[in-house]
C-alpha cells in the first residue's frame, strides 16, 4: 500500500537530511508504528505519504513515495485527499467549519458524496468517538483532546485506505484514547485500512502495532517486529523497561503479558515500599476557594478548593472537558469567578495587571505558538532573558538542557511540537515564577525529554517553587508528582497523595502499579532502586 523507495529529505539550511535512505513497504491493512526521539523525522515522514512535503512543507525529496500506486511527487495533497486522511499534531490547524457535526460532514462534502450517505456516517462517528454530545458546539469551546477527537472523526468519516496519524492520542484522556485505538484496530482489522501513526506515548499504543520503524538521528532505520525493536530502542515505554531491569525475555509489551512474568519480581519486592514524599510546609502560595467559573452555557468549574504549596508538584488530572485548562487559566487571570475566589501570591489574578502577575506565575499553555512571537529560537530566548530580568543566555541554557541540538536561526513555526514545546517551556521558566502552571507539558515530548523536564521541575520544587500540572500522561504523574487532583464536571472528585490517588483509579495506574499490584510500586526508578539495580 505505501512503498518508500531511497527516500530522503533535506530542508534548507539544515546539515544532514532528516530522512536518509528509507527503503520500505508498508502492507494493506497494517498498523505501522513510527517511534523515535523527538526530532528524528517522524513527522516528516508521515508528511512524504501524505503530499505535505514536499508540496508544502518545502524541503527537497529524493527518492520515491508511492501511496495506492500514486506517486506523492505527482500528486498534491487534495488528489491525495481521497485516499490518505491526515490528521496532525495540531488538530485546531485541520478545522474549516464551526461546529463539530459540520466539520465532520466537510471532508465528504469535498468529495461529493450523496447527502444520506454523509448523514450516516456523521452518525456513526459521532457514536464510535463519544462525541454526540458535542455535535452542536463550536470548536473553539471545545478542549484540546476534544478537538482532537473531532479532527480524527473528520478524517474516518471520508473511509480513507491509509490513515495518517501524528501524535493521535497525545491530548487525550485514557479513556478516550482506548476508545480511539479501538477504533483503529477495528479499522486495520475489518476494513484493511492501513495506518501509519507517530506516537511518544508508547505504553498506550505499541502493543497494538503489528510493526515499529525506528527512527533515529544518524542511524539506519529499522523496521522490525515490536518486541524485537524494543529490545534496543532508546524510546520504550515503562512495561518495557520493566522487562529489561527485570530480565524478562520475550520483552511484554503489554501490562497483561507482563503480569504473567512478575510473580518472582513482586516476591523479591514483598515487604518492601517506595520512599513517600513529607507533607507540604508553609503557607500556600495560591489558592481557590469555592471558585465556579462559567464559559458561556458550561460550568467549567464548580465550587473548587486548591492550595498550591511551595516545594510542592500536583498533577491535575481527569477526562477531556473536565475544567483543567479552566482552572490554569483561572490561577493566571484568564478567566473571572463566577463566585468563590482566587489568590495568587496575595493577587486576585483576573484584577492584575499581567506585568505584575507574571512575577508571582508563568503558565505554559497547551498551545506553544501563544507564547512564541519571534522569529528564531534565538530572538525568543533574547526576548525572555529580557522580560525575565534574566542573565542573557538563561533560556537558550535552559532549551539547549531540556533538547539539545535545536538551531539558534530555527523559526518556531519550523519546529516539531515537542521542540515548540521545550522553547515555550524554557520562556517561562526562565522568570522563575514561584508558581508555574503547565498544560499538558509533555505533548510531542520522548522520553529522553520527558526525564529532562521531571529533572528541572524537581530542581524548582525543591527550591520552594508550587508546579500544578495539568496532565493526561500517567506515567509523568507517577514519576514526578507529590499530590494528584482528579477532576470530573468541573468539580474535584480526588485530592491526595499521588501513591494513593492512581492506584486507586484503574484508568489513571500507571504501567508500573498494574504489574506488582497490589504492591506500592509505580515506576521502574523505584522498583530499581528497591532492588539495588
Known sequence: MITFEQVSVRYEGSAAPVLDGLDLTVPEGELCLLVGPSGSGKSTLLGTVSGLVPHFTGGVLHGRVTVGGRDTREHRPRELADLVGTVGQDPSAHFVTDTVEDELAYGMESLGLPGDVMRRRVEETLDLLGLADLRDRALGSLSGGQQQRVAIGSVLTVHPR????????????????????????????????????????????????DRVLLL???????????????????????????????????????????????????????????????????????????????????????GVDLPLHPGEITALMGRNGAGKSTLLGSLVGLHAPASGSVRVGGRTPHRTRPAELIREVGLVPQDPRDLLYGESVAAECTAADADAGAAPGTCRALVERLLPGIADAAHPRDLSEGQRLTLALAVVLTARPPLLLLDEPTRGLDYAAKARLVEILRGLADEGHAVLLATHDVELAAELAHRTVILAEGEVVADGPTAEVVVSSPAFAPQVAKVLAPGPWLTVRQVAEAIGA
Not at 487525550?172 to 482506548?178: C, K, R, S, T
Not at 480511539?180 to 479499522?187: F, M, T, Y
Not at 510473580?263 to 507533607?279: K, V
Open 162 to 209: 491509509v490513515l495518517v496519524l501524528d501524535e493521535p492520542t497525545s491530548a487525550l484522556d485514557p479513556g478516550a484514547a482506548e476508545e480511539v485505538l479501538a477504533v483503529l484496530q477495528r479499522l486495520v482489522h475489518d476494513l484493511g485500512t492501513t495506518v501509519l501513526m507517530a506516537e511518544h506515548r508508547l505504553e498506550r499504543v505499541v502493543q497494538y502495532a
Open 216 to 302: 533515529a538521528p544518524g542511524e539506519p532505520p529499522v523496521l522490525g517486529e515490536p518486541a524485537a525493536v524494543m529490545a534496543h530502542s532508546p524510546v520504550h515505554p515503562p512495561v518495557v523497561a520493566l522487562g529489561r531491569l527485570a530480565g524478562w525475555r520475550p520483552l511484554p509489551l503489554s501490562v497483561r503479558d507482563a503480569r504473567r512474568k512478575a510473580a518472582p519480581l513482586r516476591e523479591r519486592l514483598d515487604g518492601r515500599t517506595p520512599p513517600s514524599a513529607g507533607a507540604p510546609t508553609g503557607s500556600p502560595l495560591a489558592a481557590s476557594d469555592r471558585l465556579a467559573v462559567r464559559r458561556g452555557p458550561v460550568h467549567a468549574l464548580r
